[in-house]
Every structure is written in C-alpha cells, then in structure tokens.
C-alpha cells in the first residue's frame, strides 16, 4: 500500500503524511499532517471497509514502527529509543512494551534457537510463516 501510495503521490522528499485542507487539498506544501488528522482519517477509512476502528489508535503505530525498524531495518535499541524519545538507561524497558505484542506468534521453538542442524529460516514477506512461498 505505501508503495502504491509513494506511486500515485509522486512525493520524492518531505512529509509523507502532509496536511490537508477543506476540500481534500494539501494545505501547504511540505507541512506535517497533525497525529490528530491522521487518526481521524484512518479511522474512517476503516469505517469504509467495514472494520471497527474503535481499537485502533496511533499506539498501534508506534508498536508497529519500532517492530519495524528492529525487525527489518536491524535498527539496535539504543537507535530506536533515540528515535522515539525513550530514555536510553534501559532501566524501565519502555522499548520492550513497543517490540514485543500480544500479537506475537513464536515461530520457533526455544529448543530450536541453537540447533547447528536447522535450515536457516526464511519468512515469506506476504503471509508471514515459513512456507513455500518464501
């Protein structure tokens, strides 16, 4: 979708996300929609498709962003906590509540971590598993 979006945009630089004015128009060229805006069209653009965007908030966001950059991007903590404007003392393990979602679904299993005989394992970008569409 972000690929189709940056498509259809033709947007090179600047804020991904711009303000939008009465009418559908962008407001000022290059000036950051409000996280407020954001959510509020994301939101009805749930309601379009018929999905509850009541549990849906810019929490879902944040989590998703550091799983993200920790995940695919190989981003360290330190970087990403930087990044979100966490503390970087690691005492309260703030960073923990964004990386790791009730969502989460163990891939392997914990007998399997070191295992020298195991095939590396490949994650197929469109359904998530380990399958023969990787």
């Known amino acids: 979708a972000l690929a189709a979006w940056l498509r259809e945009s033709k947007l090179t630089s600047g804020y991904l996300f711009r303000k939008v004015a009465f009418g559908d128009c962008i407001a000022e060229a290059n000036s950051p929609m409000s996280s407020e805006q954001f959510l509020e069209l994301f939101r009805n653009n749930l309601l379009d498709i018929d999905i509850d965007p ?6 879902s ?35 923990v509540k964004y990386l790791i979602s009730s969502n989460d679904d163990p891939a392997e299993p914990r007998e399997h971590f ?13 359904c998530g598993r380990c399958c023969s569409c990787a």
């Open 61 to 95: 966001f944040c989590q998703g962003g550091c799983q993200y950059l920790h995940v695919e991007r190989h981003w360290h903590l330190r970087r990403i906590c930087e990044w979100g404007g966490w503390s970087t003392e690691f005492m309260n393990m703030t960073i």
């Open 54 to 59: 009541t549990p849906n908030g810019m929490h």
């Open 114 to 126: 070191f295992d020298p005989n195991q095939q590396p394992t490949i994650k197929c970008r469109q």
